[in-house]
């Protein structure tokens, strides 16, 4: 069962494991116009794995072992993060499947909820928590 953490608890984790990964399972587009989290403070970078496939949106079939290619240890702690935690939990449950040991959901995502007037980034997830991130 794929557990939710807390964007802060997810950083903490990544600070005190350096085993430990963030994969952001969001589309090109997004990582290009939305951001993408920063693990620079923490001398690495975050993996970038589409989960689905843009424009389309069909489930990449190739995903798992893009995540073996990446050097990805199965035992070691996997994070996932999407826009909202939706997707990144079904990424999750896949990897699980596939053998990978320790794989977290990252909750509310990277951009978290709608809120009332139907914009995301202030309720909750990764930007709204404070942490590090980049825009190109």
């Known amino acids: 069962m794929i557990e939710d953490v807390a964007p802060r608890d997810a950083w903490a984790s990544l600070a005190e494991t350096p085993h430990a990964v963030l994969c952001d399972v ?3 587009p997004e990582w290009q116009f939305v951001g993408v989290p920063d693990l620079g403070p923490l001398g690495r970078s975050a993996l970038l794995i589409s989960w689905q496939v843009y424009p389309e949106m069909a489930i990449a079939e190739d995903f798992c072992a893009s995540l073996r290619d990446a050097g990805c240890n199965p035992a070691a702690p996997l994070f996932f993060l999407c826009r909202s935690g939706v997707r990144s939990r079904a990424a999750a449950e ?21 809120d009332g007037e139907g914009r995301r980034g202030q309720l909750g997830g ?8 980049r825009q190109s």
């Open 26 to 28: 969001r589309t090109v």
């Open 94 to 114: 896949a990897a699980e499947a596939a053998g990978f040991a320790r794989c977290f959901n990252v909750a509310g995502g990277f951009e978290g909820p709608l």
């Open 126 to 133: 990764w930007k709204a928590a404070g942490l590090p991130w």
